[in-house]
Every structure is written in structure tokens, then in C-alpha cells.
């Protein structure tokens, strides 16, 4: 069992009013931890797997099925987003002008010069796992591989400043400030979110904002950072006839990194750290 303690925020308004919200926020106990250290592993260990996978020629469609059988076979655990709201695939890949939600097909072949997003959610005894990162296939045009550093410089920053004290506005500002002034864009459409035993859960971690402002952060608080940053503007567009799909509005490309992070003592711990990361 988590415990859900009651935090109030402040959330400044364009107006004059002062706008206090009450919200429940769980605390991850050391049981839960140790559940979810689990669940984070499996899930950056699946990424870890399909890199050799992504290169031109497969479809995202086989993608999925390796991750599928992976998660389910090798690691008995279940791909969450798999009929997650009707969800149709086990994992997201979103491939260049893509920002999230993109089903698997076999139609869609990977090609050189793509940017791909694969989205991975493990759940596992009861806890979730949640982590994406950005593929290069072949050879990438340098604008696109500046696009998905500078994405992974931002989720990178706003890790760097977690400890109990940060609040979410900080997380916001960090990221909106260096993705804005390297010219791209931040989508407000989506956002990070509480994790543990519900995959989404409150609070809703926002990639632009101002500092100081709302939630802060607690030692056992457990949510996902997952900056979805454009190369144009911040306009969405999501695809009527699937439901998913989720692309920028001028059709430029769109780069996201996810981590699963616990706030600790006196820092954060990245529950979903792949062995080529060093924090
Ligand atoms: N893994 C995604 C996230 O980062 C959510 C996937 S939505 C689903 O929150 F429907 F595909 F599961
Ligand atoms: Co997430
Ligand atoms: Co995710």
C-alpha cells in the first residue's frame, strides 16, 4: 500500500487571484521502491534490446512484436500500453514528424535519414516502469540529430535539479528554457505524470512553466519527465481516424526522452537508467 499524502499549491493566474489546489500525492513506501526499481529496469532493459533491431528496411510493426515478446516471454511482464484506452500495439514508436502515440504497422518501413521514438511501459507485480528514447536509422541530417541532443539535453537538466524542495514549475521552466533558446518548440497538449501502481497518476509534470510554482517535491514521490520538444511550432494534430497518433500541426519533426525518476534524500534516483547513462 502507498500513502497518499495532501499537498496545496499555489498556482499564480494571469488575474489577480490566488488559485489553491488540493491535491493527493502518493509516497512510494520502501516495498513499493523495490517494486518499482523492478519494473524501471525491465522497461530501459527492453530499449536496451531493440537497438540493434532499428535500422532501414524493418517495419515498426516488427518492433513492436520484439518488444512484445520480450517483455512477455523473457521478462514475464506485461507491456502496459497494450489495450491500455484501447491501445492496439505493446509499445509507441513514433517515427520523425510523429510527437507521440504512434501505433506499430507493418506497413511502416524505417528508412535512413528517420527519427524513431520507441515507447516502452513495463508493468511488473503491480508497478509500471516508463521510458522512450530517440533512434537515429542510418544516416540522420544534422538538424534532426541537434533536434533529439539538445530533447535529451532537456529532460537531462530537469533530472539534474530533483531533490525534495524542486517544485514542478522548476522542472518546467528548466526544459521550456532550453529547448526556446535553441529555437524549438515545447507541446503543452502532453505532459509527465505520477507513476507506481496506476501508470497515470497525479501529479501531472509539465514541460514549460515558471519557477517556483506548484507542487513540490517529497522523498517516495515516483513520476515521469518526458519533454516532447519540436523543430516548429508547438501546434498538435491528433489523427482522427486512429485516435493516436499525434503529430505536429506544420509536419516538422518532433523529438521526446521519458525517464522514471524516485525522489530521494537529497536527489532523484533514474529508475529507468540504461547501462550507456551515468548519473
Ligand atoms: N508510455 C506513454 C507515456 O509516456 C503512454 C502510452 S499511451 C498508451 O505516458 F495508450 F499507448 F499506452
Ligand atoms: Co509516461
Ligand atoms: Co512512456
Redesign the pocket.
Known sequence: MCIKIAVFMHCGTQSDLDITLFMAISIKTPDEIAKMRIAGQLASETLEMIGEHVRPGISTGELDRICHDHIVNVQKAIP??LN??G?PKSI?TSLNHVI??GIPSDSKILKSGDILNI???VKKDGYHG?T?KMFLVGEVAPHARRLVQVTQECLYQAIDILKPGTTLGDIGHIIQRHAESNHYSVVREYCG?GIGAV??DEPQVLHYGKPGTGLELREGMTF?I?PMINAGSRYTKLNKADG?TVTTKDRRLSAQW?HTLLITADGCEVLTRRSEESF
Open positions: 502496459a500500453p491500455y484506452n491501445f509507441c507521440c502515440h515507447d516502452v511501459t516508463d522512450r505524470h501508470f497515470h515521469t518526458e493516436w521519458e
